[in-house]
């Protein structure tokens, strides 16, 4: 069973570019949600799509988007970057529409910095 | 609001030695409750989870957890640690009727020395 895989693994781009993210689910999960973590942070919650359409979203501005495809996977697009966006972004996937006791099966990641 | 507490930002401990990491949460309405372990440059692995019924979880790697809900806390224990529990760990809760996003504690950083 292939888990959650997510590329680029580190990536550094400049303020006011844009910069799109890439996630896989674990085989046979139809939910992915998007976390942003800071340095020294945990985890904050940035959205979730369920069947290609966002399911819920978290206190983030609409630079921050996403989509997910037919074959579950899931891209996270930020707009017009800014130096605070420079974080670990994880993606994680679940079984069913989610819901508040689905496991989530999380990426490694991947490091954006922003300079 | 709901949110996540964990009190240690940085706990050190012997090998062998017992430890609790302690987590405590605010929210208006019920909840599950988490526990990620965090690897360096890994993504989260979940430990263990409380979903209902006993209030005493047991996880993977020796790890179990307390639900208390008079005192909204929900701390981590093991009996005996080694050197290879050493990683970061985080507490999470999600909202009952929610979609399911997790709110996370900033997290606790255990290191086991020997």
């Known amino acids: 069973e292939t888990g959650v895989t997510q590329s680029p693994t580190h990536l550094i781009k400049t303020r006011g570019q844009q910069v799109t993210l890439r996630c896989s689910s674990q085989?046979?999960?139809?939910?992915v949600s998007w976390y942003q973590q800071a340095l020294g942070q945990g985890p904050q919650f940035i959205f979730q799509?369920?069947?290609?359409?966002?399911?819920g979203r978290g206190n983030f501005p609409p630079r921050f988007s996403g989509l997910q495809f037919p074959n579950y996977s899931s891209e996270l697009n930020v707009n017009a970057l800014e130096l605070d966006d420079s974080a670990l972004y994880l993606c994680?996937?679940?079984?069913?529409?989610?819901?508040?006791?689905?496991?989530?099966?999380f990426g490694p990641g991947t490091r954006l910095t922003v300079t | 609001a709901q949110s996540v507490t964990q009190l240690d930002s940085q706990v050190p401990v012997f090998e062998e030695a017992p430890v609790e990491l302690r987590c405590n949460y605010s929210?208006?309405?019920?909840?599950?409750l988490f526990w990620y372990v965090q690897y360096p440059n890994q993504g989260l692995q979940l430990l263990l989870k409380?979903?209902?019924?006993?209030?005493l979880v047991k996880g993977i790697n020796g790890f179990e957890a307390e639900f208390n809900k008079s005192q909204t806390s929900f701390h981590l224990r093991k009996p005996s640690v080694h050197i290879s529990d050493t990683a970061e760990y985080f507490c999470?809760?999600?909202?009952?009727?929610?979609?399911?996003?997790?709110?996370f504690g900033k997290g606790t950083k255990l290191s086991v020395k020997p």
């Open positions: 085989s046979g999960h139809n939910t």
């Open positions: 929210s208006s309405v019920s909840v599950y």
């Open positions: 999470a809760v999600s909202e009952k009727g929610s979609q399911g996003n997790l709110i």
């Open positions: 799509y369920y069947r290609e359409e966002e399911n």
């Open positions: 409380y979903l209902s019924g006993s209030t």
């Open positions: 994680a996937s679940s079984l069913g529409s989610g819901g508040p006791s689905s496991e989530q099966y």
